[in-house]
């Protein structure tokens, strides 16, 4: 089973490998919405929140990241009962939730999205991907493409995630997402999609970090005392965690109903 289990996984791999140049694209946009000063949604409801929280905060990455969780959606270690997961897979299917989640920022068409679901067909994801369009932001897919092509939209009009991005990213995992079979077992196990979906986070982040140094802006990335030394290391999270206060601030200060305090004429 283990065996099976890698081999699947390198199979994994090699589909991503194969996406060179769609990853290098979404980087791109992602590395021009960080150097304008704005912020790259990213956004997963149920187990897909693994890949936001991959992509920052995390030892390895950096500022310019806006990590939309909704613990409504994602929250699932009680399994039952209050906020069980009954109640998640039901959210994440109401029409309408994902206008007030964004309703919470001031959108620009300099930002960028990744909106990752693995079967493309949960409502508020793709509302989601549906708005940030609509307001010229460019939407990078992270689905699963096998598993997506044979699902069934929850949604009313059949349109799936993959009809509201700009790029489609695919995991690479199987139908289903379970990859191992096990003999005398009717249903197989192991899934696949999260390996594939770190690594294609990953490689978006290392690509965004080659631009923007590039760029004459290096990002500040966490790092571990280990690598840099505790000082360094130290220094590191407090400019990178109020970089990321500095960015998320522009997408709060004119957002919605205008106050005296957002009139650029109020200078405290």
Sequence with gaps: MIHQYIQKCRAILDTVGQQESQIQQAARWFADSILAGRMVHVFGSGHSRIMVEEMWPRYGSFPGFNPIVELSLT????????????QAMF?????????????????????????????????????MAEI??????????LITKEHSEKSTSKRSDGKKLGDFADLILDTGAPVGDAMVTVP???????????????????????EVARMLTEAGQPPKVLSAGA?????????????????HAHRLAKLYEKVGIASYVSTSDYHG
Excluded: W
């Design 75 to 86: 929250f699932h270690n009680l399994v039952v009962g209050a906020n069980g997961q009954r």
């Design 91 to 127: 959210l994440e299917n109401v029409p309408g939730l994902a206008d007030r989640i964004l309703r919470n920022y001031d959108l620009s068409a300099m930002d960028a999205a990744l909106i990752i679901s693995s079967s493309g067909c949960n409502v508020v994801p793709i509302e």
């Design 132 to 141: 940030f369009q609509k307001h010229g932001v460019k939407v990078v897919a």
């Design 184 to 206: 005398g077992l009717d249903t197989p196990v192991a899934p696949g999609s999260t390996v594939g979906g770190a690594v294609l986070v990953n490689c978006i982040k290392a």
């Design 227 to 243: 690598v840099v030394g505790p000082e360094r290391a130290v220094e590191l999270f407090e400019a990178a965690y109020d970089e």
